[in-house]
């Protein structure tokens, strides 16, 4: 039971990190702000962070299965 538990956070920590980084790539290849009223630079190094993390985070709980 515990398996199906992971592979439902693992999917949706993968999933939600790699849309955060297919859509950060997306607003910085155009130019457009990744967030309204932040600095450009920190908000797509931020975005760009917690992508990864979360990729990170599902793949992790994937090996837990």
């Known amino acids: 039971m515990e398996s199906v538990t992971a592979v439902f956070a693992g999917s949706a920590f993968a999933l939600f990190g790699a849309a955060l980084l297919i859509w950060t ?34 793949v992790w709980c994937f090996t837990r299965i």
Do not use: C
């Open 25 to 58: 790539g997306a607003r910085t290849i155009h130019r457009a702000p990744v967030a309204h009223g932040v600095s450009p630079v920190a908000s797509t190094a931020l975005a760009t962070l917690f992508g990864v993390l979360f990729l990170v985070l599902g």
